[in-house]
């Protein structure tokens, strides 16, 4: 029995989540650790209460106060509040780095079994689409902003390159589609290759992330740690779930600077509440990855093993395993059964494979991660200038009628430089097939690319402003450091 007592926050949550819960506690309190559990609340029930954030004061105090949580999943009730309480979690306490490992497991059967499939996922977990910044920009057109930050990559980069480090891992592999999107997922990959220079003994690439879905399904042995941006992450996570078994193995970690929240990848999967049918392994790997970061090594090693010795001898079989096995599904082992069985495995060793037992965060949990790096004596210097505006116009015309309408209500400081449909270019004509939908981004810019002041920007809305529905969203245009803050329309 370890002397210090750690204290952890401790969320059964919806669904099969009670029951996953109960089974690591049992386990991490089996094999000696010391822990003071603070029960808490959040998802459907509390929604229901009428909370709207699905989390509830006294919750986040707790966890301001442990700065560690074993959670279980959250349902949104359909109807009550509309973020997701999970995604209010991560971003409340800015676990920015959500970490997914993807292992080849000891008698689970799937397509890739004898591979070493053995990779980790760095999710970015609060930027991004996720930013949950949605706007209707009118009746019929929806727009969700993709919000990427050079810190916000630095800090989840690192992240990643550190975590290598300490894993004994070789390579780290940025994911991102900076072939399209080249202002946001680019910022992402530039980041990246600034990065990686400081970590010399790791080998760096960078790759598109459809090849990386691609190579996935094809040969994933050849990942090790994968970082990538929110959207990116969330979808090929799930897929290597897949690769390793399902989401009944699938464990997660939300690390931030101060807090980590431990979760299983699935959901409150509620046709299998209550029936102690439910798979606890995801949670009591994510529970492993949590007494690392707490500095319970060996602890975390001896479940780890137990939990492996149990898998590999085949003896407990939950129902997804069963069905994965072709056995007879009434045969299966209760979550109760399995977790006894853990419990009984704890100090043996796998025959096959060892539990990763180089994983605790260099210095201990309280170690600081390294923080983002970028100068805020250079940000003071970077010349900046305004060259124009996009105004998104949403009217029931065609261009070649608002084009020449534009054009006279542009001047006499600036010209109407293009129209456009959903990105692409409509107006002077391209002779590109595009269709509308009633939406118009008209691009206005300084004639002689000067900076052009705040005055001539508002005098050209008040210009607009008379017509009916009128000017929806506006975005100004800059230079940074001779660089255009902007990208063209296609066909421009
Ligand atoms: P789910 O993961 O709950 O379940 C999908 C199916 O996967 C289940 O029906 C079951 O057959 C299987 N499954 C999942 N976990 C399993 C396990 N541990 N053992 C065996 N089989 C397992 O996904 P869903 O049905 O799309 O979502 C249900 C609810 O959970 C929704 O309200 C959703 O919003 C929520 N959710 C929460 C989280 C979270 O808290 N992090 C994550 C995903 C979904």
Not at 229 to 252: Q, Y
């Amino acid at each position: 029995m370890t002397a210090i007592s750690h204290r952890i926050t401790v969320i059964p949550g919806d669904g099969v989540g009670p029951e996953v819960v109960r089974s690591a506690v049992r386990i991490i309190d089996a094999a000696g650790v010391s822990v003071d559990w603070e029960y808490a609340e959040a998802g459907a029930e509390v929604f229901r209460k009428g909370d709207t954030s699905g989390v509830p004061a006294e919750t986040r105090a707790s966890i301001e106060r442990t700065k560690v949580a074993l959670k279980g999943p959250l349902e949104t009730p359909v109807g009550f509040g509309e973020k997701s309480a999970n995604v209010t979690l991560r971003k409340l306490f800015e676990t920015y780095a959500n970490v997914r490992p993807a292992r080849e497991l000891p008698g689970v059967p799937t397509r890739y079994a004898g591979e070493g499939v053995d990779l980790v996922i760095v999710r970015e977990n609060v930027e991004d689409l996720y930013a949950g910044i949605e706007h209707m920009q009118t009746p019929d057109v929806g727009q969700t902003l993709k919000i990427i930050s050079r810190k916000g990559s630095e800090k989840i980069i690192r992240y990643a390159f550190e975590l290598a480090q300490r894993e004994g891992r070789r390579k780290v592999s940025a994911a991102t589609k900076a072939n399209i999107m080249k202002l946001s997922e680019g910022l992402f990959k530039r980041t990246f290759e600034q990065i990686a220079p400081d970590y010399p003994e790791i080998e760096a690439e960078h790759l598109i992330i459809d090849n990386v879905a691609h190579q996935l399904a094809k040969n994933p042995a050849q990942f090790d740690v994968i970082v990538t941006t929110n959207l990116n992450g969330d979808i090929i996570s799930d897929l290597a779930s897949g690769l390793v078994g399902g989401l009944g193995f699938a464990p997660s970690g939300n690390y931030g600077d101060d807090v980590a929240i431990f979760e299983a990848v699935h959901g409150s999967a509620p046709k299998h509440a209550g029936k102690d049918v439910i798979n606890p392994t995801a949670l009591l790997l994510s529970s492993v990855m949590m007494l690392r970061h707490i500095g319970e090594a060996d602890a975390a090693d001896r479940m780890e093993d137990a939990i492996l010795v149990t898998l590999e001898e085949g003896k407990a079989a939950t129902q997804d395993l069963v069905r994965q096995t072709g056995g007879d599904v009434e045969q299966a082992t209760s979550t109760t059964g399995f977790t006894d069985m853990v419990i009984a495995n704890l100090g043996r060793h796998p025959a096959t494979v060892a539990a990763r037992h180089r994983t605790q965060r260099p210095g201990g949990p309280a170690a600081p991660l390294p923080r983002w790096s970028y100068e805020a004596a250079h940000y003071a210097t970077i010349d900046r200038t305004t060259v124009g505006v996009d105004v998104f116009i949403e009217e029931d015309t065609t261009s070649a009628v608002l084009g020449p309408l534009m054009e006279t209500i542009a001047g006499p400081d600036l010209v109407l430089e293009m129209i456009s449909s959903r990105g692409t270019m409509v107006y002077p004509a391209t002779g590109l097939a595009s269709d509308d939908v009633r939406l118009w981004r008209c691009r206005f810019v300084s004639p002689v690319g000067a900076d052009v002041p705040d005055s001539v920007l508002l005098g050209l809305l008040e210009r607009i402003a008379g017509r009916h529905p009128g000017w929806t969203h506006v975005e100004k245009l800059h230079f940074f450091d001779g660089e255009p803050s902007y990208t063209k329309a296609q066909g421009q």
